[in-house]
């Protein structure tokens, strides 16, 4: 069911994977499918198609399962991130989805603001084989496992507070704050221990939990992440890259040197008497060692696309700099030079509009209480600029436009 995925690698900012998503199952794979179709080189995110036969492990759906297609994916149109750290939130709409009545695949295109998240990330990620995660019935095993990863290193454990953990993997309203579980008995039927089961049996790592009490109540919840199995595999891969003596030859695009260094470390395992004669045996097998070749091959790849990936961002960080540096200035000139109160007002009223009434609620209550942030000066600056700047600023007012005329 599986092997059409198994090449798919994911990777994703930690601050991603500690987000808030709330998603079905089904969305759940068409987010991770896109995700993994992404290419670090791609200067603007393209349009990912994403086929049914792919959402569904490699298997043909059934009739009504394309309508559950159709309606996952009308529903990730609204989809949007609640990253949360202490006090400080941020909510960002992260994709837009298309379709066609008459076509079984569906369209997603991620808004540029995620590009941080997912491409050019700065900081810590979370990677694995999409494989790993895609056999999870449960949405919020999804959830659970990338946010158990994202705290596995460095010392495989994770503690968190239980409304804080209620609030992450969507089962607490942020609006109306009703609780999906609020009897912590279904809680943990429904969600903790139907994620860990399935994290178990499923997935490259092994989780356990423990309920940490105040008093009578239950406060929080304790995790221990064994990665052992991912560490494993990933000492297999080192090993027989690097190899382990000089006759050894390092990674290569040699399969069959690849399967001379792997039969050589097996033949030195305890209790192999002719370990030349062992070593042939295994180099006349066929099948012997082409999932471990395969890895190490991908490998190979990924450390070029993270070394591409790397450079790309380093240098996107310096554009940023300076394109933050060249909007900054043109802002200033905007607020020293009109009358600031008659377009503030025209500015708030828009606000007021807007129709996300969570993300924009805090920003009116700073500038009511007269408090404005950094940001929300910025975004005051931008809607100046857009009202009264030339064309030459509206246009970059883009970050991507701005790039183009000055470094190409």
């Not at 991130?81 to 298309?98: C, N, R």
């Not at 929080?220 to 991912?230: A, E, Q």
């Amino acid at each position: 069911m599986l092997s059409e995925i198994k090449k798919y690698r994911i990777v994703k900012s930690r601050k991603l994977a500690r987000s808030r998503q709330v998603l079905s199952p089904i969305q759940h794979r068409i987010m991770l499918l896109a995700c993994a179709k992404l290419k670090p080189e791609q200067e603007e995110f393209e349009w990912q198609e994403i086929t049914a036969k792919e959402i569904f492990g490699g298997k043909l759906p059934r009739g009504e399962q394309y309508d559950q297609i159709k309606k996952a994916a009308l529903g990730m149109m609204e989809l949007y991130v609640y990253m949360k750290e202490g006090s400080s939130w941020e909510g960002i709409h992260l994709l837009k989805a298309k379709g066609n009545d008459n076509d079984s695949s569906v369209y997603i295109k991620f808004y540029e603001e995620a590009r941080p998240l997912l491409i050019n990330i700065i900081g810590a990620y979370n990677k694995y084989r999409l494989d790993n995660v895609f056999s999870f019935k449960s949405s919020y095993s999804y959830s659970m496992y990338d946010l158990l990863l994202s705290h596995a290193y460095p010392n495989g454990k994770a503690e968190f507070e239980l409304s804080h953990l209620k609030e992450v993997l969507g089962v607490i309203d942020l609006i109306s704050k009703k609780d999906k579980y609020a009897k912590f008995s279904a809680f943990e039927a429904y969600v903790l221990q139907k994620s860990k089961e399935e994290i178990n049996k499923f997935s490259d790592i092994r989780v356990k939990y423990e309920k940490v009490k105040k008093g009578r109540s239950i406060h929080s919840i304790r995790y221990t992440i064994d990665t052992s199995l991912r560490d494993q595999e990933a000492e297999v891969v080192e090993t027989i890259a690097s190899g382990t003596n000089k006759q050894e030859a390092p990674i290569t695009d040699d399969t069959t040197q690849l399967k001379q260094n792997l039969a050589n470390k097996l033949a030195e395992k305890p209790g192999v008497k002719n370990k030349k004669a062992y070593a042939e045996s295994l180099m006349k097998n066929e099948s012997f060692a082409k999932d471990q070749i395969e890895q190490l091959l991908q490998r190979k790849v990924q450390q070029q696309n993270q070394e591409d990936a790397k450079r790309q961002a380093e240098l996107l960080e310096m554009r940023k700099l300076e394109f933050n540096n060249y909007a900054h200035k043109v802002r200033n000139k905007y607020f020293s030079e009109v009358d600031v109160s008659t377009y503030l007002h025209q500015y708030i009223d828009t606000l007021k509009e807007h129709p996300n009434r969570i993300l924009i609620k805090p920003q009116l209550d700073r500038w009511t209480e007269n408090k404005p942030s950094e940001s929300d000066l910025y975004g005051f600056g931008t809607y100046l600029i857009k009202t009264i700047g030339t064309p030459e600023e509206n246009k970059y007012l883009d970050f991507n436009s701005w790039v183009k005329d000055h470094f190409q």
